[in-house]
């Protein structure tokens, strides 16, 4: 029992407890107008127009590209209208939402998440008119076509290039004007050394060359190397194949050209320009892998870098058919969509040839389309576009394994990739180990899938 | 008269009853139901007996995910209790502005976690931080907070420090239940004060002891904002905690058998070790007026 | 408590003294971090050297409204969706488990023991464990996406709360419920004319506890919120920290203030309630 004494504890004086209720029922009365005439979910000043729900994962300049597009197909027609939302962690939040049966009628994705959506039947195919497969180039057909059913429009896409700090190369005497850019990964590790300064205390100052900056891609690897984390074919990984294996060493020397003290106070030094690309940006770093949007950011925040963009010389790559990692941002229908064929009009929509390059000229990317106009190039915001592009279009570019447990195997991925890079142990056995658990993650796919009588994801049939 | 009032009973709880029921109770069912299934939620969940379970057994997540849940409670529920009975100790004895000192020390634990995360992200950010550069005062060369597992774990459980305020509050009152005489006897026998407040007045508030490791438990078992915030799971899983590979599995991998196996292990684990918990409190805890 | 043998002044008292100002200051410091640095303009508040000192009242209210009128990130309506989504489920909490505790309370029958046990034995449900099941039970309703499943289980009492109740019904002399039923009460009368009155207190502890647990939830909006139109403050707030490419951690802290204010001065206002509530639990009944 509570004593007695607790009891008038709790019981404040007559005076306090008038004034505690005249103030907390202001509070409240507050709260009631504030809930009841204050701001509202936006209700449809579009009339009798349909209106659909469009989540895209953009923020800033990149949205405002997209926003183009949306205003020009709400004006081009008066029976729709699209609603341009932003979202955070989207791949996350489109899982929940068509799981729990309230999707948006257009959803922006990446290319790696579609095998996983398409598998789970959480979206559907689509129907667009006058669109087939060879209207995109070559390395994007896989990405969104599922033999000869389309499941998701393009929005852009990007191919990841080495971008070099030009100043830099002149400063260390590296001659690329008439050599041009290094053809073999050994021209390029001899280029890192001469590119590295050290201060007076011995820290890295200017380092040459990160593969952890920005570490966005680090299923790349292997592909330079001609190596695949796994076969289409057999629906087997191979991550620990002696290409790979090559290719994660290769990555590892990287770490243990600075060690891990070195680049841990590299990192953690002082900026004021805190961003993925700042190394990059204030001269911190000679060369790093981007996509082409880097170009636009430069452009924003650095406009006096010199720079350029190379392709990576993997091993993988032939003179004019440059390997590289491509990747692209579609446009999907998810299943429980309020409003489906007007979503697929939409879409539709944007995969004409203008708008397409209208988007990728603003985002500073290359054109999707096998059909470029000569004006796309013209005043493009990322002058190595071409090199972009002839990624893009090389038969030695390659994407994200298509399949369908591609969010675990990314995770185990990255718990190898740390171990490698941070905890410096063994490549092959770290290969192995992440080998053995992804085997299981698709073995485990394979049994559901047999449960319920269904396809592979990604079998020409 | 007894069949009534045990109707009349039952009609008083009946909103709790309900909602018991159904928020609870049926979830429960549902959830031991669904982890003996294959589901993706877009299909009709097919029964597939044990598989779910023998896989948690081999899983190497789920080792990691566990070791890493284990590893906070054993380390951050004995630092939270130290913690919070010597705040409460500390603010039991008199001082000017008591009321303003103890307003301050419970004011974080008010604020959403969600905030409270986001501030320390910040303050553990390597370059820009506050904890860095309050250590570089000191001449110490901050660590690179989230870079390692263990230095992330640390900053987890560390930022738990902060939320010590109503396990403190609770030790307040329980402190001011101890009877003086007892103390005052102590004193003339010539006890310590650290000899007092072990033998005289840690035994006294035992019971509230276990009370408050109790809910500790309970509440660390399932830490999920925090690390979703601050760390994402990282790095290398370094924070990945149980309850994060529940919301991943479900959400994140469209696994929800899986998920609901995750969860009712979760559960069970959390209802075992309770139990032994109040074992361990019959043996060691005092309670005054015997048994309640 | 006095404890017996220590010096009223000297020494005890200093140390005492500065060990609470130092663990005040240190708990203090991540609300003043956050409000400071919401109050500094962009290149201060992202310079490692920025310091502590607050910006001019310029750079505060540009970073406020900032944060207002963000075009993607509608703060005011996330406010007004947290606001509506709290009261709605304090007025069920209290509600509900007045009545509820009053059953465990005052009515003697079988089986309010046990069931009370059982009560208690709910609290250590962890929400990972219900989650997918609700999920799938709201799903079946078709009410993800809506506010429902954020308020409508309030309205079904909460355990916490019909405990502080129950505790505080206790301590009401049952001689006032005798009084009544001469009176000729029933269980009905009994608890509109004695305890509610009485319980007042405790019932404002129970609101403000749970206001405060409703307004900081994260888990719960995340999984059954899907439209970002119905997004609470907390979703809001991670939404606008995960942006692609910069944190500006001065609107970030700006936006964080915003969503700590309103609690924050609640719990200031009513302190003294609050830890007496808490405190309440902690004691065995």
Redesign the interface.
């Known amino acids: 029992m509570v004593p007695a004494g607790q009891y008038h504890a709790v019981m404040p004086d007559q005076l306090g407890r008038t004034v505690s209720i005249v103030v907390l029922c202001l509070a409240a009365a507050v709260a009631i107008g504030f809930v009841t005439f204050g701001p509202r979910p936006g209700t449809s000043e579009h009339g009798d127009r349909i209106v659909l729900n469009y989540w895209e994962k953009w923020t800033g300049t990149e949205a405002q590209a997209m926003q183009q597009v949306v205003d020009a197909f709400n004006e081009s027609q008066d029976r729709i209208h699209v609603n341009y939302l932003t979202m955070s962690s989207i791949d996350e939040k489109a899982m929940l939402a068509i799981a729990g049966g309230a999707p948006p009628d257009v959803l922006g994705l990446w290319s790696f998440n579609l095998p996983f959506y398409a598998q789970a039947e959480a979206i559907l195919p689509l129907d667009l008119p006058d669109i087939v497969a060879e209207t995109y180039a070559p390395a994007v057909r896989p990405l969104v076509f599922d033999g000869d059913q389309q499941l998701a429009g393009v929005n852009t896409c990007s191919s990841v290039a080495l971008y070099v700090n030009l100043a830099h190369l002149d400063r260390a005497g590296l001659d690329y004007r008439n050599g041009g850019p290094p053809r073999t990964l050994e021209q390029f590790d001899a280029m890192i050394p001469h590119l590295t300064i050290y201060d007076e205390d011995g820290n890295v100052e200017q380092a040459g060359f990160l593969h952890m900056d920005p570490g966005w891609w680090h299923w790349c690897w292997p592909g330079y190397f001609g190596g695949q984390l796994y076969d289409v074919e057999t629906d087997v990984a191979t991550i620990d194949s002696p290409e790979n294996i090559a290719a994660f060493t290769w990555f590892q020397q990287g770490q243990r050209r600075y060690g891990l003290d070195q680049l841990r106070r590299f990192q953690s030094a002082p900026t004021d320009n805190p961003s993925p690309y700042r190394n990059f940006l204030t001269g911190r770093l000679s060369m790093t892998i981007q996509g082409p949007w880097l170009a636009r950011v430069i452009a924003e925040r650095a406009p006096d870098l010199q720079w350029a963009a190379w392709p990576l010389p993997g091993p993988a790559g032939e003179p004019g058919a440059p390997a590289g990692p491509i990747e692209c941002d579609i446009l999907v229908v998810p299943k429980g969509a309020p409003h489906p064929e007007e979503a697929m009009e939409f879409i539709a929509f944007t995969q004409r040839q203008d708008m397409v390059e209208l988007v990728s000229a603003l985002h500073a990317k290359p054109s999707p389309l096998m059909e470029v106009s000569p004006e796309f190039y013209f005043n493009h915001l990322n002058t190595s576009i071409k090199v972009h592009e002839a990624i893009l279009h090389s038969p030695n570019a390659f994407g994200t394994p298509a399949v369908a447990t591609w969010p675990e195997m990314n995770a185990a991925l990255d718990a190898g990739i740390d171990r490698i890079w941070n905890g410096d142990e063994d490549v092959a056995a770290v290969l192995a180990d992440v080998q053995a658990e992804v085997n299981g993650q698709l073995e485990r796919a394979r049994v559901r899938r047999e449960r319920r009588g269904q396809e592979r994801f990604g079998v020409c049939p | 008269m007894?069949r009534f009032?045990?109707l009349?009973?039952?009609?008083?709880?009946?909103?709790?009853?309900?909602?018991?029921a159904?928020?609870?109770m049926?979830?429960?069912a549902?959830?031991m139901w669904?982890s003996f299934t294959?589901w993706?939620?877009?299909?009709p969940a097919?029964p597939?007996g044990m598989d779910n379970y023998q896989?948690l057994l081999g899983d190497?997540v789920v080792h990691i995910a566990t070791w890493n849940t284990l590893l906070y409670l054993v380390i951050s529920i004995p630092l939270l209790t130290v913690a919070s009975i010597a705040?409460a100790v500390?603010?039991?004895?008199?001082?000017?502005f008591q009321?303003?000192?103890?307003?301050?020390?419970?004011?974080?634990s008010?604020?959403?976690?969600?905030?409270?995360a986001?501030?320390?992200?910040?303050?553990y950010d390597?370059?820009?931080g506050?904890m860095?550069?309050g250590l570089s005062y000191v001449g110490i060369d901050?660590p690179?907070w989230f870079?390692?597992e263990a230095w992330a774990m640390t900053a987890i459980i560390l930022m738990n420090l902060?939320v010590v305020g109503?396990a403190m509050?609770?030790?307040?009152?329980?402190?001011?239940?101890?009877p003086?005489d007892l103390?005052?006897a102590a004193?003339?026998d010539g006890v310590s004060?650290w000899g007092?407040l072990v033998n005289v007045t840690l035994p006294m508030i035992s019971?509230?002891i276990l009370?408050?490791v109790i809910i500790g438990f309970?509440n660390a078992?399932?830490v999920?904002?925090v690390p979703y915030?601050m760390t994402g799971g990282?790095?290398?899983?370094g924070t990945y905690f149980?309850?994060m590979y529940?919301?991943?599995a479900?959400?994140?991998?469209?696994d929800?058998g899986y998920?609901?196996t995750?969860?009712?292990v979760?559960?069970a684990a959390?209802?075992l070790l309770?139990l032994g918990l109040l074992l361990v409190g019959r043996r060691y805890v005092y309670y005054r007026g015997g048994m309640? | 408590m006095i404890e017996p043998g220590m010096k009223p002044n000297g020494p005890a008292r200093m140390v005492t003294w500065l060990l609470l100002a130092l663990c005040a200051a240190i708990a203090l410091f991540p609300v003043l971090y956050m409000a400071i640095l919401s109050m500094q303009p962009a290149a201060q508040a992202m310079n490692a050297d920025g310091g502590l000192v607050p910006g001019s009242l310029a750079d505060t209210a540009a970073n406020y409204s900032a944060v207002v009128n963000d075009d993607a990130i509608n703060f005011p309506l996330y406010f007004r969706n947290t606001l509506l989504i709290a009261m709605l489920a304090v007025a069920g909490v209290v509600c509900s488990s007045a009545i509820a505790a009053y059953g465990f309370a005052r009515v003697r029958w079988r089986g309010r023991q046990p069931l009370f046990i059982v009560m208690l034995a709910t609290m250590m449900v962890p929400f990972p464990v219900v989650m997918v099941p609700l999920f799938v039970l709201f799903r079946e309703l078709d009410w993800i996406g809506t506010f429902l499943p954020l308020w409508v289980p309030a309205w079904f009492g909460s355990a916490f709360s019909i405990f502080l109740l129950r505790q505080f019904y206790m301590t009401i002399p049952r001689e006032l419920d005798d009084a009544a039923r001469i009176d000729g009460c029933g269980h009905v009368g009994i608890f509109l004319r004695i305890i509610l009155p009485l319980s007042l207190p405790a019932l404002l502890v129970v609101g403000l506890l749970h206001f405060m647990y409703v307004w900081n939830d994260f888990l719960g909006p995340l999984v059954f919120l899907t439209h970002r139109d119905q997004y609470t403050l907390a979703l809001g707030l991670e939404l606008y920290m995960s942006r692609l490419g910069t944190t500006p951690w001065n609107l970030v802290m700006a936006a964080s203030t915003i969503m700590v204010a309103p609690v924050l001065l609640l719990f200031l206002f009513a302190q003294r309630s609050f830890l007496e509530g808490i405190s309440t639990t902690g004691l065995k009944g």
């Open positions: 007894k009032r045990t009349t009973g039952l009609a008083w709880i009946s909103p709790w009853l309900l909602g018991f159904c928020f609870t049926l979830p429960l549902m959830g669904y294959d993706t939620l877009l299909e097919i597939i896989r190497e705040m500390l603010l039991s004895k008199p001082a000017r009321a303003f000192w103890r307003v301050a020390v419970f004011a974080p008010v604020l959403p976690l969600v905030a409270l986001t501030i320390f992200k910040l303050m390597a370059e820009l506050a860095n550069k901050g690179n870079g390692t902060w109503p509050v609770i030790y307040l009152a329980a402190l001011r239940d101890v003086r103390n005052e004193s003339l004060w007092r019971p509230v009370f408050n309970i078992a399932q999920f904002v915030i990282g790095p290398n899983r149980w309850s529940v919301y991943d479900a959400f994140k991998y469209g929800m998920a609901s995750l969860g009712v979760q559960f959390i209802l309770t309640t």
